[in-house]
């Protein structure tokens, strides 16, 4: 029995299309899509209590922010009593070398500023082998994705910090 040629064009098609659909899904089911990370909501009390259990996590903290010589910290309080008692804020790990780079951090610097001495909400990357300056903090805050005042979120600038 003769095909007609059309119709075997057809049925070649149907098979070369049942075939990429069946490979495709697959690779579909092999490749585990994983969702966001959402961020741990915690108190940085706790946070700089227990160090080791957030280590590489990404974090939501509120305290007080500090910027000045030598010091881009959140601490729980609104006085600085110890550095040991607040987390460094790393505001950019990049290169620095070129304009490029230097614009870009001083505009994250700009926007760290906003809250020097002011309550905000810091949604970052924790990690505890880092102290900051001289090692004196409890570690560090890094890979920001966002700092805002907690009270207005309507104002987040999270753009910056990409």
Known sequence: MKIPYLLSRHLLSACLLATITLFATAAAAK??????????DLSLINLI??????HGKLVNVTGYIFVGPE???ICPYPVEVSSKDCVWINIDSGPTASDADQERIFKKLAALEKFNKKTATIIARFNKN?????????????KIVDIYDYRDQSAREINVWK
């Not at 880092?130 to 890094?142: A, D, K, M, N, Y």
């Open 130 to 142: 880092h102290q900051g300056q001289f090692g004196g903090w409890s570690g560090e805050l890094t």
């Open 49 to 54: 209590a227990t160090p080791e259990r957030y």
């Open 31 to 40: 490749t585990k899509l994983k969702a966001p990370e959402q961020a741990l």
């Open 71 to 73: 010091n881009m910290s």
